[in-house]
């Protein structure tokens, strides 16, 4: 694990137990959130997953993601070590609008998050990242290839996202452990470099 990561297992912790921290992995409605959270973690993934009904006619776009019959209506929770000293809990957030509610509740206490966005449907990013930039957590953009195609630039998501030059974005494939390994890794890093900065800048 890099050193970032291994620096906040060490600062949470006096001893050499066994540290845990908890991650956001969130995103638009079928961004891939369940699928980034059951292909990385090392426990069964508790999901709360509903069958798509006529109330989401109308309401929910399929046109990307035709074949999507399920939607998670309360959260996805899974569990990964990245070392001996570090484990990360995850918690995948609803993409529904009308379960938005519950994010407040799912955020709370976690070191930062994972935005997920869909290049074919970058709009619906918007509403994730402005939640985050909102409450000052540090997260990272996965832009999830579904298809192994990258419709955008990383230049021009961020300047359609709208998202500082310092947050990082990067390419990712929910379905694959080591791609949504390597995005929480990429976070923790992030997370760890803005809890040192917001520290020096409170003893200046």
Not at 4 to 11: E, G, T, V
Not at 41 to 69: F, R
């Amino acid at each position: 694990m890099s050193n970032p990561a291994r620096q906040l297992a060490q600062q949470q912790s006096d001893s050499s137990t066994m540290t845990s921290a908890k991650i956001v992995v969130a995103g638009g409605f079928g961004a891939g959130k369940t699928t980034f959270v059951g292909s990385v973690s090392e426990i069964v993934p508790l999901t709360t997953e509903a069958m798509m009904t006529d109330a989401s006619t109308g309401i929910d776009d399929l046109a990307a993601t035709p074949d999507k019959q399920a939607t998670t209506v309360a959260m996805d929770f899974g569990r990964v070590s990245l070392d001996e000293d570090l484990i990360l809990y995850l918690f995948g957030t609803p993409g529904q609008q009308r379960f938005w509610f519950m994010w407040d509740d799912l955020v709370r206490g976690a070191i930062g998050a994972v935005v997920l966005a869909d290049t074919r449907r970058l709009a619906d990013s918007f509403a994730p990242v402005d939640f985050f930039e909102d409450r000052g957590l540090p997260y990272v953009v996965g832009l999830n290839t579904f298809d192994g195609v990258l419709r955008h630039e990383v230049d021009d998501v961020r300047e359609a996202l709208s998202v500082e030059p310092t947050v990082p974005i990067i390419r990712c494939d929910a379905r694959d452990r080591e791609s949504t390994k390597q995005s929480l890794i990429t976070l923790v890093e992030y997370a760890m470099k803005q809890w040192v900065a917001m520290n020096e800048s409170g003893h200046r």
